[in-house]
């Protein structure tokens, strides 16, 4: 039995009746859908711009084959030496601020006591 993804519930549920396949391995259609008169249906994709698609600039079929490449490294290090300086920087910000929270942490849990007024 095939589950699919139920939009009222949220959750996986079976097939209803009407859409599960016979035995036959033809599916059972539903009901078609009547609409009153005078309803307006929005149309997404008109005939126009049917097949219709420009023509990929240069720069970025150049940017697809660098990224395409299977030299070994990964995505976020294909573009060169700036992505790897980046790459490096936000390492280390986000280093820095795993010890930071430590230390808060530390200082939070430990406070320094009060001085003694003599």
């Known amino acids: 039995m095939r589950f699919k993804f139920s ?3 949220g959750r996986l549920s079976a097939p209803s009746p009407l859409n599960t396949p016979s035995k036959f391995g033809n599916v059972v259609e539903g009901p078609k859908i009547q609409y ?3 309803t307006k249906v929005a149309v ?3 005939p126009k711009h049917r097949g219709y698609y420009s023509a990929v600039p240069e720069v970025l079929q150049q940017k697809m084959r660098t990224f ?3 030299n070994g490294l ?3 290090v294909k573009g060169g030496p ?3 300086l980046l790459y490096v920087f936000t390492a280390a910000v986000c280093f820095i601020g795993f010890v930071e929270s430590c230390r808060v942490y530390y200082v939070l849990s430990y406070p ?3 001085p003694k007024d003599e």
Do not use: N, R, S
């Open 7 to 9: 939009h009222f519930t």
């Open 36 to 38: 009153q008169l005078g």
């Open 44 to 46: 997404t994709d008109t």
């Open 68 to 70: 395409q490449m299977p």
């Open 74 to 76: 990964p995505v976020h």
């Open 82 to 84: 700036i992505d790897t």
């Open 112 to 114: 320094t006591p009060p």
